[in-house]
């Protein structure tokens, strides 16, 4: 139950986004990497992304839970998420950053996702 819960906790960063927006670098806030101010950022497609890649692989995290179980299922997936967002603090260009913060990670939550509820319903 804890580990379900940190792991939900964890996850549940992605929320946050909007206010990392805030601290991107002014080169990472839209596509051509230019300055527009005034301009809502091209970065505030992150969380659109990450829902997505979420959407794609949570229906696979039940499979997976009953194929190697709740806590590899959990691990794994933490670990790709986790991935994803270390990757992309290498990044200096938006689109690159958002296909390892949005994308990776968003897959990595999907297949982690659901693990900790399965394994509480058990």
Request: glycine content about 14%; overall charge positive; some cysteine.
């Amino acid at each position: 139950m804890i580990g379900g819960t940190l792991t939900h906790l964890a996850l549940g960063t992605v929320y946050c986004w909007g206010n990392f927006i805030s601290y991107l670098p002014p080169e990472m806030k839209f596509w051509d990497g230019k300055q527009h101010p005034g301009m809502v950022s091209d970065a505030t497609i992150g969380i659109p992304l990450v829902l997505i890649a979420q959407c794609l692989t949570m229906p696979m995290g039940p499979l997976i839970v009953g194929k190697f179980g709740a806590a590899r299922t959990m691990l794994v997936g933490s670990l790709i998420a986790s991935s994803g967002v270390y990757l992309s603090s290498y990044m200096d260009r938006l689109g690159p950053f958002l296909a390892l913060y949005a994308v990776v990670f968003g897959l990595g939550m999907g297949s982690a996702y659901t693990a900790p509820m399965a394994a509480a319903w058990k």
